[in-house]
Every structure is written in structure tokens, then in C-alpha cells.
């Protein structure tokens, strides 16, 4: 949703910004959607370069999962889980 609104914003700038030169921008706003994600791992990836990778910029918070407490049964991966209930969520 967010990569829609910054394309459109560009897009809307770019537009705006031809007006009066151009009356067929070559661009599409697929086409601006991948250049924003592609802009946006390579910044990361510059970050994560230099050691500076703002962590907490990248993280989201999600608020609004309903969860519930069940044992994980079905998760005996290890010997250590038991029947201790635990914060539980099913992703749809």
C-alpha cells in the first residue's frame, strides 16, 4: 500500500512537473512501483554495508492479531515443549 502511495506521489510530480512539454508521460506506475522497491533494498543494502542498519525503522508492529493461549502439541520438535500453554495465533 505504501509503494502505491510513493509511486503515485511521483508520478503525480513527474506529471506535474511536465506539464505544458509533454502530454504522454512514458512512465507507468508499474514500472514506478518496481523502482521504488528496487530503491529501497539498495538503500538497505548500503545500510547494511556500513554497519548502520536502523532496525528499528524496519520493524512493524501488528496490533491487532487476536491470540489465544493453547499448548503446542503438534510442535514436539524438541523434548523440552510440553503441554505448557502459550500465546498462539493462526495466520489466515
Not at 47 to 52: F, I, P, V
Not at 54 to 74: A, G, Q, W, Y
Amino acid at each position: 500500500m505504501l509503494i502505491k502511495k510513493l509511486a503515485d506521489a511521483i508520478y503525480n510530480d513527474v506529471v506535474s512537473g511536465l506539464q505544458g512539454y509533454h502530454h504522454n508521460p512514458s512512465i507507468s506506475k508499474e514500472q514506478l512501483e518496481d523502482d521504488v522497491v528496487d530503491e529501497r533494498l539498495q538503500v538497505l543494502k548500503e545500510y547494511s554495508l556500513k554497519g548502520t542498519l536502523p532496525v528499528r525503522d524496519l520493524l512493524t508492529s501488528v496490533n491487532c492479531i487476536p491470540v489465544d493461549c493453547k499448548d503446542l502439541e503438534r510442535c514436539r520438535c524438541r523434548e523440552t515443549i510440553g503441554t505448557t500453554p502459550t500465546a498462539h495465533f493462526e495466520m489466515p
